[in-house]
């Protein structure tokens, strides 16, 4: 067992850790107690049971992609190198992947997963509205890929892929 203690957020990031390599299932007491190499004493210590744990992870992941958002909102990057650059970023996160397939069977995850695809929808909008699209289909079409390139298991080069959307929505301007 690990002599150093584990702060909250070690657990966190571990508990995002497993959650991409392993799935949810491995989001328990026990599991994440052997992969930190830590007592289960030392799990409960930071968080009352499971369930508590599994919503410090699902809050953790819900303000960082809050926090992007706004994050971006301040930039003052044009509206196309903001579209590439959001998208991107999203692309580049493995948890958002685990998490989707999280929200399939717990309903508090599906909730936060439903509130930040709503924000990152407006914020999609809004650059688009920026460059004089104002079809709310785009915006649709755009986060709809974020969610579905990931999936792809062939050797597909998303960011590639996302950018030529972005052209092809461009093109239309």
Known sequence: ??????????????????????????????????????????????????????????????????????????????????????????????????LRVWSQSDSAVASAVAEVDAERLTFLQHLLNQIGLRNPAFGQSLLASLVGLPQIKAETDTHAAFDALVDTVLALA
């Open 1 to 98: 067992m690990t002599s150093t203690r584990l702060s909250p957020e070690k657990w966190i990031d571990a508990g995002f850790a497993a959650l991409c390599a392993e799935g949810p299932a491995c989001l328990a007491a026990e599991p994440m107690a052997r992969r930190l190499g830590a007592t289960k004493g030392s799990f409960y210590w930071h968080f009352k049971d499971v369930p508590t744990y599994h919503a410090a992870l699902v809050r953790q992941w819900h303000t960082r992609a809050l926090s992007d958002v706004m994050e971006r909102l301040e930039t003052g990057d044009s509206a196309e190198t903001a579209l590439r650059a959001f998208g991107h970023s999203i692309l580049d996160t493995p948890t958002e992947s685990a």
